[in-house]
């Protein structure tokens, strides 16, 4: 896997630093890989609202260029969707729309695609650690 690294418009400080920390180890924990094939951005993309997907940690609410380990699929994801939801609503992470291996009914599934992989099957995954010992 890559090296941690921001999108070019982001700007190289504590803040996006510690960001793409939380980030990366999220991305990893997932399954989810750097594409390989850079992603090119649209005309007139501004850190501000930008319709395209990026290269590197691109901030929470930008759209990650990412490759699905476990079910080989490109997607484009919000960091902020992948990270865990606390307050009223406490939710873990969940995987991308249309993964085969999202939900507690493939369980069982994504605790042996993890093995497959190598992978460790992350702490918050209840369904998946359960699914191994039974």
């Given amino acids: 896997m890559t090296t941690p690294f921001l999108s070019t418009f982001l700007r190289d400080n504590k803040r996006n630093r510690d960001g793409l920390k939380a980030a990366w180890v999220r991305k990893l924990e997932l399954g989810y890989t750097t594409r390989t094939e850079p992603v090119t951005e649209p005309d007139g993309c501004t850190r501000t ?28 994801v919000f960091y902020s969707h992948m990270r865990e939801r606390t307050g009223k609503n406490p939710a873990p992470p969940r995987r991308h729309k249309g993964c085969e291996f999202s939900g507690a009914s ?29």
């Fill in 49 to 76: 609202r930008c319709a395209g997907v990026h290269e590197g940690y691109p901030g929470s609410e930008h759209r990650w260029a990412l490759h699905c380990l476990l079910c080989g699929v490109d997607i484009e």
């Fill in 106 to 134: 493939r369980a069982k599934k994504r605790a042996a695609r993890y093995l497959e992989l190598g992978l460790a099957i992350p702490a918050w995954d209840l369904d998946a650690r359960a699914a191994l010992i039974a």
